[in-house]
């Protein structure tokens, strides 16, 4: 059974950094062909991609996001962190850890059930 | 950077067929996957590689993509159909979504 869980801070503020953790169970990411990811959710608006580890270690940002994002894993733990940098008010969302099949498609098809950071002073 | 369009919103009575497009340049060229989401919960992926229905997803789920245009399409809609839906597909190692679709049954 798949399951992921993202944990980290209900409350940062501007300026600081986010550090959030997803915690997987039911699979192992050095699988040839699997990969996490993270996404994230402004309240009410769509969804916005993040960042990417596969199973080789290779990593993947967003462009517009780039300079800000650090992805890495933990294999020892079954854990994948996800830091962003200079956290701004317009970075209030829900963000979800996810797994995805890359053999093929990279669809998604395992989420956790999502975190909510607000940034405020 | 690559674009994906989605209407805003789609209406449909119930038991009648729902179509959400999702565009993109040459979009055909790429596989592309569909989410679900309702209020309050994380999206669920109900269609992948364009065509393809996952496991528990019902039958009147369906999926197409041609050209420049990928479209969901759900036959003989329920309530419980409503929600947000998300097309997804990867540009040069980028991971782009679409703006979302509203689906109101009504």
């Known amino acids: 059974q798949v399951t992921l869980r993202e944990s980290g801070p209900a409350l940062v503020k501007p300026t600081q950094t986010l550090t959030l953790t997803c915690s997987f169970s039911?699979?192992?990411?050095?699988?040839?062909?699997?990969?996490l990811t993270w996404i994230r959710q402004p309240p009410g608006k769509a969804l916005e991609w993040l960042a990417r580890?596969?199973?080789?270690?290779?990593?993947?940002?967003s462009p517009s996001l780039r300079s800000r994002l650090n992805i890495s894993q933990d294999t020892s733990k079954n854990q994948v962190v996800l830091t962003m940098a200079n956290m701004d008010p317009a970075d209030t969302g829900t963000y979800y850890c996810?797994?995805?099949f890359g053999s093929g498609s990279y669809h998604i098809d395992y989420w956790g059930p999502g975190t909510l950071v607000t940034v405020s002073s | 950077s690559y674009e994906l369009t989605q209407p805003p919103s789609v209406s449909v009575s119930p038991g009648q067929t729902a179509s959400i497009t999702c565009s993109g340049h040459?979009?055909?060229?790429?596989?592309v996957s569909w989410y679900q989401q309702r209020p309050g919960h994380s999206p669920v992926m109900v269609m992948f590689?364009?065509?393809q229905r996952p496991s528990g997803i019902p039958e009147r789920f369906s999926g197409s993509n041609s050209e420049n245009t990928a479209t969901l399409t759900i036959t003989g809609t329920q309530a419980m159909d409503e929600g947000d839906y998300y097309c997804?597909?990867?540009?040069?190692?980028?991971?782009?979504f679409g703006g979302g679709t509203q689906l109101a049954v009504l």
């Open positions: 996810a797994r995805i």
């Open positions: 039911g699979f192992a990411l050095n699988t040839r062909g699997l990969c």
């Open positions: 580890i596969d199973w080789d270690d290779d990593k993947l940002y």
């Open positions: 040459k979009l055909g060229d790429k596989y």
């Open positions: 590689q364009d065509s």
């Open positions: 997804l597909a990867w540009d040069s190692r980028t991971a782009v």
